[in-house]
Protein backbone atom coordinates (compact mmCIF):
# COMPACT_ATOMS: atom_id res chain seq x y z
CA UNK A 1 0.00 0.00 0.00
CA UNK A 2 2.57 2.31 0.82
CA UNK A 3 4.16 2.34 -2.67
CA UNK A 4 0.81 2.82 -4.61
CA UNK A 5 -0.49 5.63 -2.62
CA UNK A 6 2.88 7.75 -4.22
CA UNK A 7 2.00 6.58 -7.53
CA UNK A 8 -1.78 7.34 -7.03
CA UNK A 9 -0.96 11.15 -6.21
CA UNK A 10 1.53 10.92 -8.62
CA UNK A 11 -0.60 10.43 -11.59
CA UNK A 12 -3.80 13.16 -10.40
CA UNK A 13 -0.52 15.56 -10.38
CA UNK A 14 0.55 14.69 -13.81
CA UNK A 15 -2.88 14.91 -15.26
CA UNK A 16 -3.86 18.23 -16.82
CA UNK A 17 -5.66 20.96 -14.66
CA UNK A 18 -8.20 21.53 -17.60
CA UNK A 19 -9.52 20.85 -21.09
CA UNK A 20 -9.20 24.07 -22.54
CA UNK A 21 -7.88 23.88 -26.45
CA UNK A 22 -5.56 26.99 -26.64
CA UNK A 23 -4.87 27.86 -30.13
CA UNK A 24 -2.37 30.37 -32.56
CA UNK A 25 -3.51 31.12 -36.10
CA UNK A 26 -0.76 32.75 -38.19
CA UNK A 27 -0.78 32.78 -41.89
CA UNK A 28 1.60 29.83 -43.33
CA UNK A 29 3.84 32.45 -45.69
CA UNK A 30 4.56 36.23 -44.20
CA UNK A 31 6.16 39.35 -45.26
CA UNK A 32 6.23 42.68 -43.89
CA UNK A 33 4.10 42.78 -40.69
CA UNK A 34 1.49 39.84 -39.77
CA UNK A 35 -0.34 39.00 -36.88
CA UNK A 36 -1.18 35.66 -34.58
CA UNK A 37 -4.15 35.36 -32.95
CA UNK A 38 -4.34 33.85 -29.41
CA UNK A 39 -7.60 31.67 -29.08
CA UNK A 40 -9.22 29.31 -26.62
CA UNK A 41 -11.79 26.71 -26.26
CA UNK A 42 -13.68 24.74 -24.01
CA UNK A 43 -12.78 27.70 -21.62
CA UNK A 44 -15.46 25.91 -19.03
CA UNK A 45 -14.60 22.51 -19.86
CA UNK A 46 -14.39 20.16 -16.68
CA UNK A 47 -12.75 21.10 -14.32
CA UNK A 48 -13.99 24.32 -14.59
CA UNK A 49 -17.16 24.17 -15.77
CA UNK A 50 -19.13 25.77 -13.11
CA UNK A 51 -15.66 28.19 -12.51
CA UNK A 52 -14.48 31.38 -13.41
CA UNK A 53 -12.13 32.98 -16.13
CA UNK A 54 -9.99 35.66 -14.95
CA UNK A 55 -7.39 36.40 -17.37
CA UNK A 56 -3.76 35.03 -19.31
CA UNK A 57 -0.23 35.35 -18.89
CA UNK A 58 2.42 34.02 -20.92
CA UNK A 59 5.87 34.61 -23.05
CA UNK A 60 6.54 34.49 -26.60
CA UNK A 61 9.65 33.53 -27.90
CA UNK A 62 10.80 33.22 -31.71
CA UNK A 63 13.89 33.14 -33.95
CA UNK A 64 14.99 36.65 -33.70
CA UNK A 65 17.25 37.01 -36.86
CA UNK A 66 13.96 36.12 -39.00
CA UNK A 67 11.06 37.69 -37.03
CA UNK A 68 10.74 40.84 -34.73
CA UNK A 69 8.09 41.27 -31.68
CA UNK A 70 6.00 44.64 -32.51
CA UNK A 71 3.72 43.84 -29.42
CA UNK A 72 0.32 42.93 -28.46
CA UNK A 73 -3.48 43.84 -28.66
CA UNK A 74 -5.40 42.37 -26.19
CA UNK A 75 -8.84 40.63 -27.22
CA UNK A 76 -12.01 42.52 -27.20
CA UNK A 77 -12.68 41.23 -23.71
CA UNK A 78 -9.71 42.05 -21.79
CA UNK A 79 -7.33 44.64 -20.46
CA UNK A 80 -3.62 44.47 -21.28
CA UNK A 81 -1.96 44.62 -18.55
CA UNK A 82 1.84 43.93 -19.84
CA UNK A 83 3.82 46.70 -19.08
CA UNK A 84 2.16 47.31 -15.76
CA UNK A 85 4.58 47.50 -12.51
CA UNK A 86 5.14 44.07 -10.70
CA UNK A 87 3.80 41.72 -13.85
CA UNK A 88 6.63 39.40 -14.58
CA UNK A 89 4.64 37.64 -18.01
CA UNK A 90 5.31 39.45 -21.56
CA UNK A 91 1.85 39.41 -22.68
CA UNK A 92 -0.82 39.50 -19.76
CA UNK A 93 -4.25 40.55 -19.50
CA UNK A 94 -7.10 40.81 -17.15
CA UNK A 95 -11.23 39.88 -18.11
CA UNK A 96 -12.34 43.86 -18.53
CA UNK A 97 -15.50 42.63 -16.38
CA UNK A 98 -13.19 41.16 -13.77
CA UNK A 99 -15.37 37.41 -14.28
CA UNK A 100 -16.07 35.55 -17.35
CA UNK A 101 -18.54 33.36 -16.41
CA UNK A 102 -20.28 30.56 -18.72
CA UNK A 103 -22.17 32.43 -21.27
CA UNK A 104 -20.57 35.39 -21.02
CA UNK A 105 -18.82 35.23 -24.43
CA UNK A 106 -18.85 32.94 -27.77
CA UNK A 107 -15.99 30.44 -28.28
CA UNK A 108 -13.22 30.52 -29.58
CA UNK A 109 -12.37 33.46 -27.20
CA UNK A 110 -9.43 35.72 -28.30
CA UNK A 111 -6.82 36.15 -25.76
CA UNK A 112 -4.84 38.42 -27.81
CA UNK A 113 -3.06 39.05 -30.86
CA UNK A 114 0.49 39.26 -31.42
CA UNK A 115 2.34 41.65 -33.77
CA UNK A 116 5.06 40.57 -35.63
CA UNK A 117 7.20 42.02 -38.37
CA UNK A 118 9.56 39.99 -40.63
CA UNK A 119 13.27 40.65 -41.20
CA UNK A 120 14.78 37.50 -42.04
CA UNK A 121 13.87 34.74 -44.55
CA UNK A 122 12.96 30.96 -43.47
CA UNK A 123 10.96 28.47 -41.49
CA UNK A 124 10.56 29.63 -37.90
CA UNK A 125 8.30 28.70 -34.74
CA UNK A 126 6.15 31.21 -32.49
CA UNK A 127 5.73 29.46 -29.22
CA UNK A 128 3.96 30.97 -26.08
CA UNK A 129 4.04 29.02 -22.62
CA UNK A 130 2.87 30.05 -19.25
CA UNK A 131 4.04 28.54 -16.41
CA UNK A 132 1.43 28.25 -13.24
CA UNK A 133 4.67 28.45 -10.59
CA UNK A 134 4.41 32.27 -11.88
CA UNK A 135 1.77 33.87 -10.99
CA UNK A 136 1.17 36.15 -13.67
CA UNK A 137 1.11 33.10 -16.25
CA UNK A 138 -0.86 30.56 -17.68
CA UNK A 139 -4.78 30.40 -17.32
CA UNK A 140 -5.91 32.24 -14.55
CA UNK A 141 -9.09 31.21 -13.15
CA UNK A 142 -11.16 31.73 -9.66
CA UNK A 143 -10.21 28.45 -8.74
CA UNK A 144 -6.68 28.55 -9.64
CA UNK A 145 -4.05 28.77 -13.09
CA UNK A 146 -3.58 26.31 -15.71
CA UNK A 147 -0.43 25.77 -17.77
CA UNK A 148 -0.30 26.54 -21.28
CA UNK A 149 1.92 26.35 -24.39
CA UNK A 150 1.37 26.15 -27.94
CA UNK A 151 3.41 27.19 -31.33
CA UNK A 152 2.79 27.90 -34.49
CA UNK A 153 5.24 27.80 -37.59
CA UNK A 154 5.82 30.83 -40.07
CA UNK A 155 7.62 30.68 -43.78
CA UNK A 156 8.91 33.95 -43.27
CA UNK A 157 9.84 36.31 -46.89
CA UNK A 158 10.70 39.99 -46.23
CA UNK A 159 8.82 42.39 -48.82
CA UNK A 160 10.87 44.15 -51.71
CA UNK A 161 12.85 46.73 -50.63
CA UNK A 162 10.92 49.85 -52.12
CA UNK A 163 14.00 51.28 -53.62
CA UNK A 164 13.99 48.11 -55.88
CA UNK A 165 10.30 48.23 -56.65
CA UNK A 166 10.95 52.28 -57.72
CA UNK A 167 14.00 51.35 -59.74
CA UNK A 168 12.21 48.30 -61.44
CA UNK A 169 8.97 50.41 -62.63
CA UNK A 170 11.77 53.27 -63.73
CA UNK A 171 13.31 50.09 -65.51
CA UNK A 172 10.18 49.08 -67.22
CA UNK A 173 8.73 52.80 -68.31
CA UNK A 174 11.69 53.83 -70.07
CA UNK A 175 12.08 50.38 -71.67
CA UNK A 176 8.29 50.97 -73.07
CA UNK A 177 9.41 54.14 -74.00
CA UNK A 178 12.29 52.71 -75.98
CA UNK A 179 10.49 49.88 -77.64
CA UNK A 180 8.41 51.83 -80.14
CA UNK A 181 11.50 53.63 -81.80
CA UNK A 182 13.15 50.25 -82.61
CA UNK A 183 10.07 49.01 -83.96
CA UNK A 184 9.81 52.38 -85.94
CA UNK A 185 13.04 51.23 -88.03
Not at 19 to 29: C, I, R
Not at 70 to 80: I, K, M, R, V, Y
Not at 141 to 169: H, K, Q, R, T
Request: proline fraction near 6%.
Amino acid sequence: MKTILPLVLLAFAAAPAGAEVLSLSAPGTAGGFFDVFVNLTNVFDAPHDSDFFLGYGFDVSFDASVLSYAGETAGPLFDDISGNAGITAQVAGVATNVLLGPGDFTEPLNLAVLHFGVTGVGPTTIRISGDTANLDQGLIYLSGSDAISASVSVNALPEPNMGWLVGLGVALLAWQAWRPTLQNR
